[in-house]
């Protein structure tokens, strides 16, 4: 199509800046990270990388100390990865069944049961943290991966999204599975669920970001740092960065940053096709 | 509604169990508590509770520091979504022009999602140090007297910007997909309609664009409601003196920190109406209207 | 004045593919012009080069004397009609059609009074309130066509405007078209892939395969002595059949398959390689004593006026086809004898496909 030069040169500045404005301050933290704290407590934060980035980065891979607490950056990248793919299978799998039951089938409690999942948009959890908290507590469940995980698979985001889904499948499929014997299980696992392998992975990679990134929850309910999640190892880190009257260990905690941040975008951009169809599908 | 269904007993229950397993335990229950709550008044030693009917309410929204925080709540969502709504329109009209390049574009400008709220604030709370961020020095210079410690106008504005600056890359993969939804027949007749782009846009793309843009100032509003708590606990924990407190923040400051029951929890249930209003909005107008 | 004139026109896309090589052309003022040709001919590129929605990489497109290679679309005085109406969904047809007037700076009387011009024409008088997507197809090609007309451009581009719409309405409207342009006397590219289209609403018609031009020419003219096989082949319909053939030593035949021999009346050197064409209503059942080929009857199609004889002769199957007027009995493996007359024998080189 038509386009002058002026706004072909328009365009593309613009957008490089605006690459240059999300990028910028990931880039500046990860400059910073490779250099000592002294250069950087001296020097102020850093365009240009600095050659201790083996030095920071494995310290606080390798060493509890390093990040102020008893526990490893490479530790807590274990319990993000827990977290973040138990979040997200959880989440599928369950969504998956309750968005077939709600659909595929003509049942008496189908339309309060419905309205139930549908109620759990209405109610975040960060509104309902404290009597969670009571909750999760009483059951015993603090400082677990159970508790870490389950109530954050309570909410209706990914049953919505296979609805919608499922609601777009020809009715003439099912209507020949039945001609050929299939009972409803069958027609699930045989059917559906290899029909809808595109939109599992979809949801599958926002779901392993969304879990990876939680931040509130993990804060209240895990006080054993044995199973901080990286992103809570983080706040751990800057709250502790002034302690103790020596220079601040700056680049360790942006280090831990890059590491935090590194996963999930890595996830986002590799698969970026599918993710994005996953996100844009939620929309119709 | 599917034409067609299977008519069964168990199956169906079996299915949808673990989720409204789930709901009831971790959902239902708590909510039930949050209301329940609500109407109670702890004594001073938390010892036991007396039923106070809509007292806690009254004392919540006469309450000096709440209405500030609403207000601040309002301004702050509104502000978030309208300046990163506009930032990535502009951007995906832009990379949706473009031919070079437009892949690596659409990289750079869409990994935004995968950073956690609190690394944003972290990473605006680096930017600002007044050691040795940028940003501070950078405003410092230019002569305007920054300090988001002390001014609340200047701390919410950082708060703004972080948030902004994670929202973007969300709101432009929508405007993209629905840019790409635009057939190119219809923008190459208002090539040869119209010379100038800006006008094109304005009276062609925008109304077409308007379903994704109303969807999107739903998605950033709840997004600014809800999902900032990790930027502001990581860059100004509301300070100063609660001035970036949105009422999410205040929720957990009052209730966990401030162990004020009664208060934060109905702060909560507040905070479940004004939610609820805005899901019905986005469902009855936005979305075909939700039915079984 | 407004003419169109194409000179060494060239389009290389950035891969390196080159969709057109070196097109002349010079449409005269008024005159309705047909591009044809098959799928990926590049007959929309160039249409597309000439409103400015393709960058042109070398040669010029002159639009009234004036060179318009680095001039905006909106700036080039065309109107456009698209294959899928493109029409703006959001506005209704009144607007639709005013668009590119308001961007113009018309005054709203101005504005008023051009487009219910123009919907009187075209029979939207009631329609204008409307949104397209209330329209039917045929509608919605009418009030592309008002967008067009509202404007009085200098020159009219048509992209194969016709090809979404069924059958009936193409008839109908390729006679609308027609009508219009006559009418209005402004000067019309068009573009088709159905020749029957090309025929009926040509003045003149330029033939393109892979982004040439194989020939330019009146409809009539280039039926009746296409310049090169493929043109021979693709207008015409059913398609002329080709025998491939030697000429005889004397020169005043050609030596068909399996030694059917047809009179020529052409000046070409004996013992050349050729590929004979004949228009299928050109042939017919021969008597003794005429040159002849044989033939056997693989199937009949009776049509009322007309009757199909598909044939095979030689050692191929299926490759002769013979067009008579009114019913015949023919069955299969019928066989038959079949003549053309001296004159009516399409002679085509071998290698070049160029016309002998």
Known sequence: ???????????????????????????????????????????????????????????ILFDPSATKGRVTALEMLFNSMVLGLGFAIGKVIISMMAAYAIVYFRFKLAVPLFWVIFSTLLLPLEVRIVPSYEVVANLGLLNTYTGLILPLIASATGTFFFRQFYRSVPDELLEAARLDGAGPIRFFIDILVPL????????????????????????????????????????????????????????????????????????????????????VETEK | ?????????????????????????????????????????????????????????????????????????????????????????????????????????RTLLMWGYAIAPPVAGLLGNMMFNPLMGDLYKAFNSFGFEFNHIQNANDAAFVVILIAVWKQVSVNFIFFLSGLQGIPKSVQEAATLDCKSAERRFWTITFPLLAPTTF??????????????????????????????????????????????????????????????????????????KVHY | MATVTLNQAEKTYPNGFKAIHGIDLAIEDGEFTVLVGPSGCGKSTLLRMIAGLESISGGE???????????????????????NYALYP??????????????????????????????????????????????SGGQRQRVAMGRAIVRQPKVFLFDEPLSNLDAKLRVDMRLEIKNLQQRLGITSVYVTHDQVEAMTLADRLIVMNGGIAEQIGTPIDIYEKPATRFVAGFIGSPAMNFLDGVISDDGKHVTV????????????????????????????????????????????????????????????????????????????????????????????????????
């Open chain 2, 1 to 105: 509604m599917k034409r067609v269904q299977f008519e069964h007993s168990a199956v169906p229950y079996l299915f949808i169990a673990p989720q409204i397993l789930i709901i009831s335990i971790f959902f239902l229950w708590p909510a039930a508590q949050a209301v329940y709550q609500s109407f109670l008044l702890e004594d001073a030693f938390g010892m036991s509770s007396q039923f106070v009917w809509f007292r806690n309410f009254e004392d919540v929204l006469s309450s000096a520091s709440w209405s500030r925080s609403a207000i601040f709540t309002v301004i702050f969502s509104v502000l978030v979504a309208v300046i990163s709504i506009a930032i990535s329109l502009f951007l995906a009209v832009r990379a949706d022009e473009v031919i070079r390049g437009a892949k690596s574009y």
């Open chain 1, 196 to 279: 809808s392998v595109t939109m599992i992975a979809a949801i599958f990679i926002i779901m392993f970001v969304v879990g990876w990134n939680q931040y509130l929850w993990p804060l209240l309910m895990t006080t054993d740092d044995q199973l901080y999640t990286i992103v809570i190892g983080i706040k751990q880190v800057y709250n502790s960065l002034y302690e103790g009257g020596q220079i601040p260990q700056f680049p360790k905690a942006f280090a831990l940053t890059i590491m935090a941040t590194i996963p999930p975008v890595l996830v986002v951009v590799i698969f970026q096709r599918m993710f994005i169809k996953g996100l």
């Open chain 3, 257 to 356: 398959g399996d030694g059917g021999m047809l009179d020529i009346d052409h000046n070409i050197a004996g013992g050349r390689a050729v590929v004979a064409g004949i228009r299928p209503e050109h042939l017919s059942i021969a008597q003794t004593g005429q040159g002849m080929i044989n033939a056997t009857v693989r199937m009949v199609e009776s049509l009322g006026a007309e009757t199909l004889v598909y044939l095979d002769f030689g050692s191929k199957a299926d490759n002769v086809t013979l067009r008579l007027q009114g019913t015949h009995n023919f069955s299969r493996n019928d066989a038959l004898g079949l003549t053309v007359q001296a004159d009516k024998i399409h002679l085509f080189d071998t290698e070049s496909g160029n016309r002998l």
């Open chain 3, 90 to 135: 959001h506005m209704n047809n009144f607007d639709n059609m005013a668009y590119g007037l308001r961007n113009r700076g018309y005054s709203k009387a101005d504005i008023e009074s051009k487009v219910r011009e123009a919907a009187r024409i075209l029979q939207l008088e009631d329609h204008l309130d409307r949104k397209p997507r209330q329209l």
């Open chain 2, 215 to 288: 969807f999107l100032l739903v998605i950033n509003l709840t997004y600014a409601f809800f999902e900032t708590f990790g930027i502001i606990d990581v860059s100004t924990k509301g300070s100063p003196g609660g001035a970036t407190a949105t009422l999410v923040y205040k929720v957990y400051v009052d209730g966990f920190i401030g162990a004020d029951l009664g208060g934060s929890s109905a702060q909560s249930v507040l905070l479940m109406i004004m939610v609820s209003v805005l899901t019905v909005f986005q469902f009855r107008f936005i979305e075909r």
């Open chain 3, 61 to 83: 497109i002159s639009i009234d004397g004036k060179v318009v290679n680095k001039v905006a679309p909106a700036d080039r005085d065309i109107a456009m009609v698209f294959q």
């Open chain 1, 1 to 59: 199509m038509y386009q002058s030069k002026w706004r072909i040169f328009t365009n593309h500045t613009i957008l490089i800046l605006g690459a240059l404005f999300m990028i910028m301050p990931v880039w500046i933290a990860f400059a910073s990270s490779t250099h000592t704290r002294e250069f950087i407590f001296q020097n102020g934060l850093q365009f240009w990388p600095g050659g201790h980035m083996i030095d920071n980065y494995g310290a």
